[in-house]
């Protein structure tokens, strides 16, 4: 969620910090704010809105030095404001940001007070610096302060510290929340993603949970959650930075919806060589596959219907049971878990809170594997699971997901067809060849952008939409839906088609447009009845279908013409235009494409 950054240089750090904050601003946009240490002593500048209007602050009156630290706030406690922005701090001598939720504050806060400490905000984060300031006046080191204030704290936290007394030390601390140190040359870095920092280092290391790090100029000094003295690995970060550029696009979003072509062909190429489907498992993975009697997806969001489709697929060709639940509700329930089940975890960030705390929640014992799929090869769920397939999508910097979705749905084929053979349940070479196709049919779809552009704009002035589909094509009309409420603020709801006369269809009237995906399928002339249905009732439809298909239109039913493709394929494809609508309707509103209010990218915190 919000966006961490910090240094420790001989050089003036401050367009290290807001350059960093801008590459963060994806977590966390509603404020922001720097906190530098000069041998003036502590002194910070905090704004409401987006990193550029800190950026202009600051070039109206510099804050120069070589410590700081650095944030952008998506809001938990308090209203976006300067008072509640981070970085807070103690007697103006101490400063903290903070990513994450504590959960008891109020019980530290009404300790704090009684000891005769004021507060000046409504978050969460301000008893932390209080806290650490105490523990300083008490005689303990800045590390020991730190540590001891973490204790007390209940909840997750990523931490970056400064200290005036300390003008030689940048501590930082994690719990739950994602941290990451960059290393330099006689100078050092942290962030909640590698990202934040590519401008000045290509190499990082991890902190695990419970972690406490001692940074300054040319050394880096790790203790964990004991509080014994360890070593974290560093690693190289993998992609290239050109690509968390927009390029010639005007939005992110729409650049990364037109990379989907090249990125799932890079991801297939690995997967499909000669028309053969590649093991790209370890044998010992093969070997957990093998043993799987049951699956059981977990996931949030938009990961949570790429899960959907995958238990049509997974049910439907290697004939296993599949469930599929959002993360947040299955950690908080007594689950039956069957033996030998495949755990699969989805997130494009690897930190998703509630996806990492189900995979720590579920009964290890009972299964045959956990496999994480993801886009971020360093992230927690990555390194806490047992098998790993990376999506291989690149830095998705638009909130609403477009490439990891895709890349998402072709790595869950991937591993349905693995399954499927391993049981020789169909013949998967069919399915394989029809994959190879799909990065020439998706490069189709992008070409039916100006149809799609022309077909937003009779969404401009509505206040609803519904969005059907049958099958397997649900859980995209859900995407639909998804994308188009996150992004242009319309309301949007899905429903498989067959539940219309279950509800929905006391809503249905002329100004409420329903979108329909209906490729060629074993549902389709069920479908065609369903769309009857709204036709009956006054309803205005939007029909995505492919010739085959051979959808009549009207004044009041539009078909826009699809490109042909296999049948199990269709989830794929068609959650390109279910993105190009979302993004022309926002364009056309005037919305913020890829910062919509109210959300951010990394959702860090329960």
Known sequence: MCGIVGAIAQRNISSILVEGLKRLEYRGYDSSGVAILSDKGLHRTRRVGKVASLDAALSSEPLQGGLGIAHTRWATHGIPNETNAHPHWSHSSLAVVHNGIIDNFELIKADLLATGYGFESDTDTEVIAHLIHRNRQQGMTLTEAVRNAAGRCEGAYALGVVDETQPDLLLAARKGSPL?????????????????????????????????????????????????????????????????DKGAYKHYMLKEINEQPKVVANLISQQVVADQLQNILSDSDMVALSK????????????????????????????????????????????????????????????????????RHIDRSKLAASLAICNVPSSSLVRESDMVLLTQAGP?????????????????????????????????QPIIEAMQTLPGILQQCLQMESKIEAVAQRFADKQHTLFLGRGSMYPIALEGALKLKEISYIHAEAYPAGELKHGPLALVDAEMPVVVVAPKDDMLDKLKANMQEVRARGGELFVFADAHAKMAEDEATHVIVMPEVHELL?????????????????????????????????????
Not at 400 to 418: C, G, Y
């Open 292 to 359: 799987t009697n049951n699956v059981q997806i977990i996931a949030c969001g938009t990961s949570y219907l790429a899960g959907m489709v995958a238990k049509y697929w997974i049910e439907s060709l290697a004939g296993i049971a599949c469930q599929i639940e959002v993360a947040s509700e299955y950690r908080y329930r007594q689950a039956v878990v069957p033996k030998d089940t495949l755990l699969i975890t989805l997130s494009q960030s690897g930190e998703t809170a509630d996806s990492l705390a189900a995979l």
């Open 570 to 606: 269709a989830p794929v494809v068609y959650a390109i235009p279910m993105q190009l609508l979302s993004y022309h309707v926002a364009i056309i509103k005037g919305t913020d494409v890829d910062q919509p209010r109210n959300l951010a990218k990394s959702v860090t915190v329960e």
């Open 180 to 244: 990451v140190i960059g290393l330099g040359s006689d100078e050092n870095y942290i962030a909640s993603d590698q990202l934040a920092l590519l401008q000045v280092t290509d190499r990082f290391m991890f902190l695990e949970d419970g972690d406490i790090a001692e940074i300054s100029r040319t050394q880096v000094s790790v203790t964990d959650a004991n509080g014994n003295t360890v070593e974290r690995p560093s690693h190289r970060y993998e992609h290239n930075e050109e690509i968390t």
């Open 396 to 428: 998705e910097i638009s909130v609403a997901s477009t490439k990891a979705f895709t890349t998402q749905l072709i790595t869950l084929l991937h591993v349905t067809l693995l399954l499927a053979k391993q049981r020789s349940a169909i013949d998967t």
